[in-house]
């Protein structure tokens, strides 16, 4: 079989998770943290952040997922260069250099899970990192995100829909790349018709394979 | 952890692979197929579906990836409804329904690994399928395909690019489903950066946690 060595024997050290809302992305690499001990970051990724930046960590984790509605608030305030002055960063590009900078701090420094935050993107040019996806049929994310959060006055399917939209349009805004396409990862795992704790074990023996 | 076991616990029998052209994924699916000790279909498939139509295997194999310029003669001849009788099936259509019902059939006989023909979406009511998407970056790809069919007039990524476009054709329009998006599978794999060897391990390991 076809080899490229200088890809494929390079050892992992780095899992970066993107994932759907409720697909259980963010426990599925909790776990896979912990069973192969070592670091998991999200929110003391975000709790760095505040610190480099000033801003709170509710702010942080909104300007990831702001509307899409162009004339939205936030969007405005945070994202919206032709409201700005433009000789200097909006508070969403200044939050997204501080998380790039934190990012490639930590993954020099230490083995790790980071999910979301575009970690993918940002850690491009290692060859250390493992990238997944995780995702789950709509059904599967309903359940688990009324599991976790509750019912709101909004549908369900609408949550979905506009989580997912922002998501997108965050990813595709700093990194220029679609979001949530395979090509942009080494690895995709559906969820729902996996379960759970068959990814964490795919995600585990497939970075140790790279021992 | 979150346990569906009504789709997790379901024992797979088959594995349907959908890949880009040039991934590997045929000989990745071949692999797995003889590690599992099961039926691997692609000519064989072919052979059937000829046998079932009258059609030769080259056509059937360019029906399902005829050029994406509607004015083609292949796509006048085989698929553009218009100047058809609108009575009766195209030829293609005659060839997807009978490449259907023998899919459908083999799924029902015998444990296999099949190979594109849209079979993911055939037999998406089964829930004893593991669906698979392989793909790759275009460096390996046009590694690959060079290694296996050597130059030709056409620059490689002008013939990626065209391929994928008539799978992605085809595919929508037998599914009405996008091609090669993670949410039709419940794995993809990036044979680049994973590496052929590597793939057909995590095939293999996954398929058989299933039991």
Redesign the interface.
Known sequence: ????SE??NVKKRIITISREFGS?GH?IGE?AAETLGISFYDQKLLEKIAEETGFTKDFIEETAEYSTAKNSLLFNLVINRSLNDCTEPTPADTIYFAQAKIIKEIAEKEACVIVGRCSDYILRDRKDCLNV?I?S?EE?RA??IL?RYGKTDKPIQKRIADKDARRKIYYSHYTDRPW????N??????S???????C???LV??FK?FE
């Open positions: 079989m076809k080899q490229r890809v494929e259980g426990r776990i996806f995702y049929d599967d359940h688990r599991e949530g396409v395979p090509q990862y080494d690895l995709c795992l559906n729902g018709s996996l379960g759970e704790e068959r964490v074990k795919m023996d497939v394979s």
